[in-house]
């Protein structure tokens, strides 16, 4: 890969014979076109292609709150792509048919600023309840950090996100469960972001309470 910095075409867009040109993170950039390749894939590429291939479908809703949460930029790597790498490391599992998530190793967002005990996490009468521990842990954290709360129904792979929607000392968030939404096939992320949006915790994985 190369950056164009001068000449006096400028910025090359898209392909012209075994050359592309892109504009990449504010740089204009080109690269060779790959050559295709007649060989029959191994079955290690046939699963790590399948691994890539879950895993970017999985996580292409949460890519929004990754560019902002998910720790901090490393070199040329951007924070959806630390998300992307370390889900495809930390956050799959093998099957007899293939590969699935491991919804309990997902992580929505990198931070230093704590979080709380959650309480509990009921559905009752098609209403989502969240209920913790307002106490703060220490200096980092403050009354006014405001909740995000992610929701993901299982079976029919879809997303809802609560964002900012109360502070930390409110001590608990209700909302009616978005429909379409199974309580039983649904699954929760939370974090606690500051008051500029600047900073961030670490995300805690919920399972919905059995029997509500």
């Not at 790959?34 to 809703?61: A, C, D, I, T, Y």
């Not at 931070?111 to 509990?120: A, K, Q, R």
């Not at 009752?124 to 913790?132: G, M, P, Q, T, V």
């Not at 469960?177 to 309580?183: K, N, Q, R, S």
Request: contains cysteine; hydrophobic residues 40%.
């Amino acid at each position: 890969m190369a950056e164009i910095k001068r000449g006096i075409l400028g910025g090359l867009s898209g392909k012209v014979g075994t050359v592309v040109g892109a504009n990449w993170r504010g740089k204009n950039i080109i690269r060779v076109v790959p050559r295709k390749s007649g060989k029959k894939p191994s079955q290690l590429q046939l699963e790590q292609r399948s691994k890539f291939k879950l895993v970017s479908n999985f996580l292409q809703p949460f890519n929004a709150l990754f560019s902002r949460y998910f720790g901090a930029d490393r070199g040329l790597k951007s924070k959806v792509n630390l998300a992307l790498s370390y889900h495809l490391q930390e956050a799959i599992e093998p099957q007899e048919d293939g590969f699935a998530i491991r919804f309990d190793k997902v992580v929505v967002s990198k931070g230093s600023i704590p979080t709380v005990p959650m309480n509990s996490v009921t559905v009752e009468n098609d209403s989502l309840n969240f209920a913790w521990t307002s106490a703060m842990a220490s200096g980092l954290a403050a009354a006014t950090d405001l909740l995000t709360v992610v929701l993901y129904e299982k079976q029919q792979k879809i997303m809802r996100i609560f964002e900012r929607v109360v502070s930390r000392d409110a001590a608990g968030f209700s909302t009616p469960l978005p429909e379409g939404f199974d309580a039983a096939n649904c699954v929760s992320w939370f974090f606690f972001s500051n008051e500029r949006d600047t900073e961030c915790s670490t995300s805690i994985f919920l399972p919905m309470a059995e029997g509500n």
